[in-house]
C-alpha cells in the first residue's frame, strides 16, 4: 500500500505585497502562472505565525524574482513598509488552503527600491513573465484592485510627492 503523502500545513491568513520599483518609479509587474494575464507585484503569506514582515518579504523576493534584498546595492534600507494594510476576503476556491472557518486575510504593503537593470530570474511554477512599466501603467495592467491602489501610492511612500503630478 502506498505511503499517505504528508498534510500541508493551512497557509497564515497574513501576507505581504512588495511593490519593486526603480527609482525612477518603474514597477515590477509579474504574470501568474495559474491566471495567464493576471499582473501583480510579489505576494506571499507568512511561512510561521512568528515570522516578521521583513523576513516575509524577503523571502518571497527571492523566490518570486531572484532579487536578494541583502545584496550590495539593494540592501534592508530599500525595504519600506509603507503601513498600509488590505483586508479582503479569501476568494472561495482557495479557502481550503487554510484552516477551517478562515476567510480574510491581512495583507501588509511593502516598497523595494532597486537598480535599473536588476536581472530577475523568475520562478516558473508561479509567474511566467515580468515586465517593468512606468508607475501608472503598472497599477492600470494589475488584476488586483488593492495592488493597483498600492502602486498609485508610490510616488508618496517613495518620497516624490511631485511625480503623483507628472505624466
Known amino acids: 500500500m502506498p505511503e499517505a503523502l504528508p498534510k500541508r500545513p493551512h497557509k497564515i491568513p497574513e501576507s505581504v505585497l512588495v511593490v519593486i520599483h526603480t527609482p525612477a518609479l518603474d514597477v515590477l509587474l509579474l504574470e501568474r502562472a495559474d491566471h ?9 503569506s507568512k511561512d510561521h505565525v512568528d515570522e516578521p514582515l521583513t523576513e516575509t518579504c524577503v523571502r518571497e523576493v527571492a523566490e518570486e524574482t531572484g532579487i536578494d534584498v541583502h545584496s550590495p546595492g539593494i540592501g534592508l534600507a530599500a525595504l519600506h513598509d509603507w503601513g498600509l494594510r488590505n483586508v479582503y476576503e479569501i476568494y472561495p476556491v482557495f479557502r481550503h488552503r487554510y484552516a477551517s472557518g478562515v476567510t480574510h486575510n491581512t495583507e501588509h504593503v511593502f516598497g523595494l527600491t532597486v537598480p ?8 516558473p511554477r508561479e509567474h511566467v513573465a515580468m515586465r517593468w512599466l512606468p508607475w501608472r501603467e ?4 494589475c488584476f488586483s484592485p ?5 502602486i498609485l501610492q508610490l510616488p508618496r511612500f517613495a518620497g516624490r510627492a511631485g511625480a503623483a503630478a507628472e505624466g
Open 146 to 150: 488593492s495592488n493597483a491602489e498600492a
Open 36 to 44: 495567464p494575464g493576471f499582473w501583480q507585484s510579489v505576494t506571499g
Open 138 to 141: 503598472a497599477a492600470a495592467a
Open 116 to 123: 535599473a537593470g536588476i536581472p530577475v530570474r523568475l520562478a
